[in-house]
């Protein structure tokens, strides 16, 4: 699987963006989808997760209420809707796929995912 993240920018504090991850040579719909960011000199870290139905997400406490994960109408991309930024947001953005059995599965971790896109710089100014 080869995962394009996409969507990232400059913006000011309370903004907003909408990050994209496509897939290409496999359909998305079918695995496990999460969204991690990182800064230079530290750990990526969890933002969110959403499993292959969809129907729910996982998110960390930082972003939980100001972002939100979704699957789109084709089921090939996954997107990212980051509300109320603040510069603590700042970070290369990454997405990642993984492939489980079950569609409410969500995963949290980084070492849980196969697959990872090149990752989408998203900076918020104060």
């Known amino acids: 699987v080869q995962l394009q993240a996409s969507g990232g920018g400059l913006v000011q504090a309370g903004s907003s963006l909408r990050l994209a991850c496509a897939a290409s040579?496999?359909?998305?719909?079918?695995?496990?989808v999460g969204w991690f960011r990182q800064v230079p000199g530290k750990e990526r870290l969890f933002v969110a997760s959403?499993?292959?139905?969809?129907?729910?997400?996982d998110y960390a406490d930082s972003v939980k209420g100001r972002f939100t994960i979704s699957r789109g109408n084709a089921k090939d991309t996954v997107y990212l809707q980051m509300d109320s930024l603040k510069p603590e947001d700042t970070a290369v953005y990454y997405c990642a796929a993984a492939w489980r059995t079950h569609s409410n599965v969500l995963l949290t971790t980084t070492r849980a995912y196969d697959y990872w896109g090149q990752g989408t710089l998203v900076t918020v100014s104060s």
């Open positions: 959403i499993g292959r139905d969809g129907v729910n997400g």
């Open positions: 040579g496999r359909v998305l719909s079918r695995y496990v």
